[in-house]
Structures are given as structure tokens and as C-alpha cells.
């Protein structure tokens, strides 16, 4: 039984802030999005000194004409991000094109036991979402340097894989998005596993509006999602979807929306699977994962995630030998 909502959300509740950690593409558009919606402060933290400062400013100055009374402080200094009730972190290299999510391990590895350490000093009850890749690895790796309860910590990737999918199946069947529902689990890598049995459009399974290899060839491009974007823009990767996506996270938390969100939650024997970050549906709210979904799969989709889980496994034990010796 999980403690109720911790005054961090409670006693703050006009003032909530919210740190975001990587003053890049997405952590500033997540930026923006918290302030626009009207969500919290925003306390954006970057490595280069001067970055944060003039996004900040450059947020700022775009109030009057949004009309939201949002404070968003850029800074370097981890002090400034004392109290926040939640805590993104999106710093870290992105990757380029031809290279996988994984091949960011040893760099980003270093990022995100920094940034971590860096803002749990100052905000030990926040409820922290990983966004850097590769997801899975540095959501378990952010866990182990934390040493937070696991429902404190997240990764954010089955909500942006979901909506991917949301997205081109409303292309092809040509229904708005709105309508339809996509369900996505797995690592956020070549092996996450779409299912079409659990992806309807207004209630109806995606399996019958369309023939299998018609949902096959959606369910390749979801898969490779990401990478169509990093071949696309050639410089860096995907951020407007990932910060929409991270941003609905964070409302949940927030807001104590008990939203039902596929996010990268520690397994305890839920799906048969033990000590690894993987995407499966959370019920999210003040206390970051209150509880997990287990939905029922059939052998092959129970296949596929354990699939998925052990190359994230694999990744988790060479990131770990790679600090080691770093
Ligand atoms: N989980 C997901 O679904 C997604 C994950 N990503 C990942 O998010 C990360 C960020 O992507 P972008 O914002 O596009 O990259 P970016 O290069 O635009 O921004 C990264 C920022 O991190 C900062 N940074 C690096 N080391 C730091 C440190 N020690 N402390 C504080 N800040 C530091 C950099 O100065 C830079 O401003 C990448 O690893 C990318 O692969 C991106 C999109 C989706
Ligand atoms: O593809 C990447 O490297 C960034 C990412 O995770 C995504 O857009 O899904």
C-alpha cells in the first residue's frame, strides 16, 4: 500500500515545479509544454552555462502572449532545482544516423548517473522520469544511482512507441488519432512489441480494418519510428512527440490522474520477468507508479517481450561493466 500524495505535490500546489535536466531539444520543448499547459515552474538545467539561461529567458518573454504566469529559471546550478516534484531527465547525446539507440551506452551512461546524483541531492521526493537512450538501460541505471523506491522512477518511451502507432494507423485508415488507441510494450528499441490485438479504433481491434501485412508493415514502422526520424533530419533526433509524450506523464503525476500509461516500470515477477526496466501499461499518479497492469498475452507476445527484456538485460550488464572500468 503506497503512502498518500507527499506534501512535495500537496503543500507546493501553487508554486509546483518541475526540473527538467538537459537544456537540448527535448528538454526544452518538454520546457515549453509544462509552462503552456499551465503545469508547473520549470527550473531547466543544462552543462553549458548560458544555453538554459537564454531558453529560459527566451520562454519567458513568449508569457504575455501565451498568457500563462509560469516561471522558467535556466540555470547550472543543481541547487536551483531544490523541492521539485518532478524531475526529467533528457540529457544526454542523441544518436545520428546508421548508429543504434544502444551505441549511446558508455556516454550516456556517465550523463545520467551525474544528472541523477546531481538532482537527487536537491529533490529526494520527486518522482524522476528517464527519457535519455538508451531508455530502459539508463532508467535502471538512474534507479541503482538513486537508490529510490521503484515506483519514484520511470522511463518515458511506450508512451511515444503508442503513440507512433496511434499515428499510422490513423494515417492509413484515415480516422482522426483521437480516435484511436494503440498499445505498445516492450524496450524502447528494435524489439518493442506492438500488439494490434490491443489497438482499436473506437473500441474496435485494428485486426479487422485491415489485412496482416497491412498491420505487419505499421507495426516495422513503429518499431523504426525513431530512426526514421534521425535519417530524416540527418542532425539529431526526434523531440516534439517525445516532449508531448513526456509532458502527459508528468500531467498525470501532477495532477494524480491515475492515467493508465505503458511506461518503463521495474519488474518483480509481473509478465515472469525480474530486476529490469521495461515498458508495461502503470497506473500513474502522485506517487509515480502506483500500480502495474498485467495484461494477458498470448505465448507469442509473452515471447517477444521476454525477447525484448533480455537484450535490455544485456545492456543493463554491459553499462554496468563499462562504469565500472570508466
Ligand atoms: N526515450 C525516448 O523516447 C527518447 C529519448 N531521446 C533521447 O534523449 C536524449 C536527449 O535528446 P535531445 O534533447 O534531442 O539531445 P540534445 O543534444 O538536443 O540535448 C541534450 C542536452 O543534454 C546536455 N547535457 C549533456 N551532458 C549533460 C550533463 N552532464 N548535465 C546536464 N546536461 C547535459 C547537452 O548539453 C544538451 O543540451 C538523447 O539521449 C536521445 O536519444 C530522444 C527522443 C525520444
Ligand atoms: O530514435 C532516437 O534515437 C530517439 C528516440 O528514442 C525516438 O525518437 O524514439
Same mark, same amino acid.
Given at each position: 500500500m503506497l503512502p498518500l500524495c507527499t506534501l512535495n505535490i500537496m503543500a507546493s500546489c501553487t508554486q509546483v515545479r518541475v526540473s527538467v535536466i538537459g537544456a537540448g531539444n527535448v528538454g526544452s520543448s518538454l520546457a515549453q509544454r509544462l509552462a503552456? &499547459? =499551465?503545469?508547473? =515552474? *520549470? *527550473?531547466?538545467l543544462d552543462v553549458? !552555462? /548560458? %544555453?538554459?539561461? /537564454? @531558453?529560459?529567458?527566451d520562454l519567458m518573454e513568449a508569457r504575455g502572449v501565451e498568457r500563462h504566469n509560469r516561471e522558467i529559471i535556466g540555470t547550472t546550478d543543481y541547487a536551483d532545482t531544490a523541492n521539485s516534484s518532478v524531475v526529467v531527465i533528457t540529457a544526454g547525446v542523441p544518436r545520428k544516423p546508421g548508429i543504434s539507440r544502444d551505441d549511446l551506452l558508455l556516454t550516456n551512461a556517465k550523463i545520467v548517473r551525474d544528472t541523477v546524483k546531481g538532482a537527487i541531492a536537491h529533490s529526494p521526493n520527486a518522482v524522476f522520469i528517464i527519457v535519455t537512450n538508451p531508455l530502459d538501460v539508463m532508467t535502471y541505471l538512474a534507479w541503482k544511482t538513486s537508490g529510490l523506491p521503484t515506483h519514484q522512477i520511470m522511463g518515458m518511451a511506450g508512451v511515444l512507441d503508442s503513440a507512433r502507432f496511434q499515428t499510422f494507423i490513423a494515417m492509413e485508415l484515415n480516422i482522426s488519432a483521437s480516435d484511436i488507441h494503440a498499445t505498445v510494450l516492450g524496450g524502447h528499441g528494435d524489439l518493442m512489441v506492438p500488439l494490434p490485438r490491443y489497438s482499436t479504433v473506437s473500441g474496435i481491434p485494428i485486426t479487422e480494418l485491415m489485412d496482416q501485412a497491412t498491420c505487419d508493415r505499421l507495426i516495422q514502422r513503429t518499431r +523504426? /519510428? /525513431?530512426a526514421e526520424i534521425v535519417e530524416l533530419m540527418q542532425t539529431g533526433s526526434a523531440f516534439f512527440a517525445p516532449a508531448s509524450s513526456a509532458s502527459l506523464m508528468v500531467e498525470a503525476i501532477l495532477h494524480n490522474q491515475s492515467r493508465l500509461l505503458p511506461v518503463a516500470a521495474y519488474l518483480q515477477g509481473e509478465y515472469g520477468l525480474e530486476d529490469v526496466f521495461i515498458g508495461v501499461p502503470c497506473r500513474i499518479g502522485c506517487q509515480g507508479i502506483e500500480s502495474i497492469l498485467e495484461m494477458k498475452l498470448t505465448d507469442s507476445e509473452r515471447a517477444a517481450l521476454h525477447r525484448s527484456a533480455q !537484450? *535490455? %538485460?544485456? +545492456? *543493463? =550488464? %554491459?553499462?554496468? &561493466? @563499462?562504469?565500472? +572500468?570508466?
Open positions: 503552456e &499547459k =499551465d503545469l508547473a =515552474d *520549470v *527550473v531547466l553549458l !552555462s /548560458g %544555453r538554459p539561461q /537564454g @531558453l529560459a529567458l +523504426n /519510428g /525513431g !537484450s *535490455v %538485460r544485456e +545492456n *543493463v =550488464d %554491459r553499462a554496468m &561493466k @563499462l562504469l565500472e +572500468n570508466a
